[in-house]
């Protein structure tokens, strides 16, 4: 079955693609099929980004749609960036940017000091109105310089609990066995079948 994905984000394409595959679900994304609206997110929680961008994207193609809206909450920064993690250096942000304005703001703090979360909520939305959200979470602290090369965002400075690595420095399955968005792509496994029964009977 076909659904899109509304992120133009290629990485994360790839991450969820990896996870859903195996479910028999192909993942599309929007601009692949013709949506390149900028949906703006004005939620102030994951869930409500998440299924803003998810409804935009249905409503607009007419098949079912999955938006993930995740992001780091750090506990010394009050749970900063936390929605606003992909632009927290500011509009014209990129990954570099974001992390280095983060230890900045930690600079000096101590490792119990530095715990934090990464956050993912994904949200799908189907034509006849039916939506559903899931919640995943990885738990772990912010290291004081960068580790390793792998995937995306903070990941270079996020140290996983119970490991001395960053998810910079974790395999793609080593990721996805542990990562918040790992997490939540399995409640949606869990949760999905019964969705796509009532599609099948109709």
């Not at 994951?46 to 098949?63: D, H, R, V, W, Y």
């Not at 979470?137 to 995937?151: L, N, V």
């Not at 793609?172 to 997490?183: F, Y």
């Amino acid at each position: 079955m076909k659904f899109v994905l509304s992120s133009q984000n290629k990485k994360k394409l790839e991450e969820m693609s990896r996870i859903l595959e195996p479910m028999g679900i192909e993942l599309v994304t929007a601009a692949d099929m013709g949506f390149t609206e900028d949906v703006e997110e004005t939620g102030t929680t994951f869930e409500e980004n998440a299924f803003i961008k998810a409804e935009a994207a249905c409503k607009a193609l007419g098949m079912p749609a999955i938006a993930d809206d995740s992001g780091l909450c750090v506990d010394y920064l009050d749970g900063a960036p936390g929605v606003y993690s992909a632009r927290f250096a500011g509009e014209q942000h990129d990954d570099e940017m974001n992390n280095d304005k983060l230890l900045s703001l930690l600079d000096g703090v101590p490792k119990q000091q530095r715990s934090a979360k990464y956050v993912s909520v994904i949200c799908t939305v189907f034509p006849d109105g039916r939506s559903f959200c899931v919640r995943g979470e990885c738990h772990g602290h912010i290291g004081t310089r960068r580790q390793g090369s792998g995937g995306f965002g903070y990941d270079p400075l996020f140290i996983v609990e119970g490991s001395d690595r960053t998810f910079g420095e974790y395999s793609p399955s080593e990721k996805d066995a542990v990562s918040h968005r790992g997490n939540s792509l399995r409640k949606l496994e869990r949760e999905l079948p019964k969705y796509l029964e009532e599609i099948n009977d109709k």
